[in-house]
């Protein structure tokens, strides 16, 4: 079983940044495929970056503001991000999966986490 919790939410102004943190325990594999995704009020989860044992993926509404990346632990993924608009706003969630490439679909991922809100005001 492997457990996600996040951490780093929070309120900031447009333009400013925020780092999430994903902390990962259990049976983890360092080739585990992990992501990003988020959810705002009345609307569906989205991707919004991956990472997998060698490649990393990025929505295109965040592609030059957040960075993915992991620990050398392996068991530690943070979210860069940067420039903040108020269409971030949302709950942020951890996801992982046992597959080594990224995926961009919530239904590929089988362990989330229990989130993080973000609030971006303008």
């Known amino acids: 079983q492997v457990k996600l919790v996040e951490s780093g939410g929070g309120l900031v102004q447009a333009g400013d940044s925020l780092r999430l943190s994903c902390a990962a325990s259990g049976r983890t594999f360092s080739w585990y495929a992990r992501a990003w995704f988020r959810q705002a009020p009345g609307k569906k989860r989205e991707f919004v970056a991956g990472i997998g044992w060698n490649t990393t993926r990025y929505a295109d509404s965040v592609k030059g503001r957040f960075t993915i990346s992991r620990d050398n632990d392996e068991k530690m993924v943070h979210l860069q991000m940067n420039s903040l608009k108020p269409e971030d706003t949302a709950v942020y969630y951890c996801?992982?999966?046992?597959?080594?490439?990224?995926?961009?679909?919530?239904?590929?991922?089988?362990?989330w986490g229990q989130g993080t809100q973000v609030t971006v005001s303008s």
């Open positions: 996801a992982a999966a046992a597959i080594y490439d990224t995926a961009v679909l919530a239904t590929q991922y089988d362990y």
